[in-house]
């Protein structure tokens, strides 16, 4: 529609000049009128501000889905844990022997040395929420089946504040993780037991997500530098 009218006000406005040329040279319109040329100037503008509209075939509308439609293209997922994630799974424990691990029972799946605070945790956990290097605080529930003897490992667990997640289970293990002993009598002793988890550091680099630090309970006194 736009450049039907562009068109035709070109039109028009060659016409009007040709009208005005013709004017100016004889100084009469035809059958002896005289002829303005704003006169002209008025009717190619009212012509043009009589131009009809044309409606638009385009209507808006609203449509209600029963089942929310899909996008096209997701946006990825972003991974990482909630502030000060507290985790609840199943813990058992382990030796370096080649019957509970490999040919290397004493070398963990990143490399390190097999040690006591080394924890192997299940894949799915291993994935999203407890990567390599993450520092976690165990809180015994006691046994995992009934609950009993609550606590009762959470002396041992306290004298090494955190453990790191150094190691990895069998892919059928689930929401599981394991700890290190380095007798199998310990191991043994320790059972299947309940334990809560504290997750302080969210993988090797990741940030600190203590609960004490992020309460504002640590406080260093400010030191004054001299000035060179």
């Given at each position: 529609m736009a450049l039907h009218l562009c068109g035709k006000a070109t039109v028009i406005v060659l016409v009007i000049a040709?009208?005005?040329?013709?004017f100016s040279a004889s100084g009469e319109a035809p059958d002896g009128a005289s002829l303005d040329p704003i006169d002209v100037m008025v009717e190619?503008?009212?012509v043009i501000a009589h131009e009809p509209s044309v409606a638009l075939g385009l209507q808006p509308s609203i449509e209600l889905l029963a089942e929310p439609r899909a996008l096209e293209h997701e946006p990825p997922a972003i991974k990482g844990p909630i502030a000060n994630p507290l985790l609840e799974v199943r813990a058992t424990a382990y030796n370096s022997l080649e019957s509970q691990t490999n040919s290397q029972p004493f070398v963990t799946a990143t490399g390190a040395q097999t040690r006591w605070g080394?924890?192997?945790v299940s894949r799915d956990l291993?994935?999203?929420?407890?990567p390599y290097g993450s520092l976690v605080?165990?809180?015994?529930?006691?046994n995992f089946h009934n609950g009993r003897g609550y606590g009762a490992y959470q002396t041992l667990l306290d004298s090494t504040d955190l453990f790191v997640v150094e190691d990895t289970m069998h892919p059928r293990k689930v929401n599981q993780i394991d700890?290190?002993?380095?007798?199998?009598?310990?191991?043994?002793?320790?059972?299947?037991?309940r334990v809560e988890l504290d997750?302080?550091?969210?993988?090797?680099?990741?940030?600190v997500?203590?609960?004490?630090?992020?309460d504002g309970a640590f406080e260093v006194e400010p030191r004054w530098l001299a000035a060179r």
């Amino acid at each position: 529609m736009a450049l039907h009218l562009c068109g035709k006000a070109t039109v028009i406005v060659l016409v009007i000049a040709a009208l005005i040329t013709a004017f100016s040279a004889s100084g009469e319109a035809p059958d002896g009128a005289s002829l303005d040329p704003i006169d002209v100037m008025v009717e190619v503008t009212l012509v043009i501000a009589h131009e009809p509209s044309v409606a638009l075939g385009l209507q808006p509308s609203i449509e209600l889905l029963a089942e929310p439609r899909a996008l096209e293209h997701e946006p990825p997922a972003i991974k990482g844990p909630i502030a000060n994630p507290l985790l609840e799974v199943r813990a058992t424990a382990y030796n370096s022997l080649e019957s509970q691990t490999n040919s290397q029972p004493f070398v963990t799946a990143t490399g390190a040395q097999t040690r006591w605070g080394i924890i192997a945790v299940s894949r799915d956990l291993l994935d999203f929420d407890l990567p390599y290097g993450s520092l976690v605080r165990l809180r015994d529930l006691g046994n995992f089946h009934n609950g009993r003897g609550y606590g009762a490992y959470q002396t041992l667990l306290d004298s090494t504040d955190l453990f790191v997640v150094e190691d990895t289970m069998h892919p059928r293990k689930v929401n599981q993780i394991d700890v290190w002993f380095a007798d199998y009598a310990s191991a043994v002793n320790w059972g299947v037991r309940r334990v809560e988890l504290d997750v302080i550091r969210y993988g090797r680099e990741g940030p600190v997500l203590d609960q004490f630090f992020a309460d504002g309970a640590f406080e260093v006194e400010p030191r004054w530098l001299a000035a060179r």
